[in-house]
Structures are given as C-alpha cells and as structure tokens.
C-alpha cells in the first residue's frame, strides 16, 4: 500500500505544514516514518527534515563529531525555515535554550575571561549568569577552563 497524495506535496518545504496534516490521518504513517530517517529531503510519516536532524542530534553521543554535525544540520535547517536566532531554534526544535546558545554563540576565550573577571570583581554566581545570559553550570564551567588556563600559563 502507498500513499495515494501527491508525491510533490511532500518535497516542497513550502507546505511541510500541509504535509504533515496528510500524513497525521494516514495508517502507514508510522513505517513511512521509519522508512524516512536517513532521508535529508522531504516530509516522511509526518517528520520533517528538521524533525530528523533534530532526532540525529540527539541521539548522537555529545563528545563525538557526528554531534557537532548534526547540531550544524539542525541549525541549517531551522535558519531555511526562517529560525535565526537561538531562541528562535529553540522554540522551533524543542531543544534546551542554554544548550542551543551555547552551541550557537559559543564559549570563546573571551568570554571565559569576562566571567572569570566578573567574579574577581566580587560578581556572584547568579549575578554573572544574568548579566551574560549564563546558567549557573555554564558559569561554573567558565570559571573552570579560565582557572586552568591561569595554572597552564604558570
């Protein structure tokens, strides 16, 4: 048995919505899913591209390449649907806000270095997390790599 809708409907990234609709009343809905999830194009089974990538993203292991790769992926995708921001493809994916920020805006050196003076300057925890749109892990961490980066450079 095949899906009798047309086949264009489901490869144009303008109605994914509509597709999605199609798909939400169909009784192969669940193996056409399955079929699809090394598929880059197209609406399977109700899953959309970024649906997928966001499914390969977590499921890869954190420390591992294909990780990063995916994340990019879903980024790519969320900014063709018009999700630019992090919060944006937060709100788009239902991925975790601090971890999409994280990813996407990075934790360079200077900004490490911004946390740690902050806390020299008598900045609590909390207070550096506000200021710089921070949890508190991500301020932990931050002061973590600045500390060893001191002990490295000594």
Same mark, same amino acid.
């Given at each position: @048995?095949?899906?009798?809708?047309? $086949?264009?409907?489901?490869?144009? $990234? @303008?109605?994914?919505?509509?597709?999605? +609709?199609?798909?939400?009343?169909? $009784? &192969?809905?669940?193996?056409?899913?399955?079929?699809? &999830?090394?598929?880059?194009?197209?609406?399977?089974?109700?899953?959309?591209?970024?649906?997928?990538?966001?499914?390969?993203? +977590? =499921?890869?292991? $954190?420390?591992?390449?294909?990780?990063?790769?995916?994340?990019?992926?879903?980024?790519? /995708? =969320?900014? %063709?649907?018009?999700?630019?921001?992090?919060? %944006?493809?937060?709100?788009?994916? +239902? &991925?975790?806000?601090?971890?999409?920020? +994280?990813? @996407?805006?990075?934790?360079?050196? #200077?900004?490490?270095? #911004?946390?740690?003076?902050?806390?020299?300057?008598?900045?609590?925890?909390?207070?550096?997390?506000?200021? /710089?749109? @921070?949890?508190?892990?991500?301020?932990?961490?931050? /002061?973590?790599?600045?500390?060893?980066?001191?002990? &490295?450079?000594?």
């Amino acid at each position: @048995m095949t899906c009798h809708s047309d $086949p264009e409907l489901f490869f144009d $990234p @303008m109605r994914e919505d509509e597709a999605v +609709k199609v798909c939400a009343g169909c $009784p &192969l809905a669940d193996g056409c899913r399955i079929r699809g &999830l090394r598929e880059d194009y197209g609406v399977w089974g109700g899953s959309t591209p970024l649906d997928r990538a966001v499914a390969r993203f +977590k =499921a890869a292991t $954190p420390a591992t390449q294909a990780r990063a790769l995916a994340f990019a992926v879903v980024v790519e /995708l =969320a900014a %063709e649907r018009g999700h630019h921001t992090p919060d %944006e493809v937060a709100a788009a994916t +239902k &991925l975790p806000r601090w971890s999409v920020r +994280k990813r @996407m805006e990075g934790h360079g050196k #200077e900004r490490d270095a #911004e946390v740690a003076w902050l806390r020299v300057e008598g900045a609590s925890i909390t207070e550096i997390g506000l200021r /710089l749109g @921070m949890d508190r892990n991500e301020v932990n961490r931050a /002061l973590v790599r600045s500390t060893q980066a001191v002990a &490295l450079a000594a």
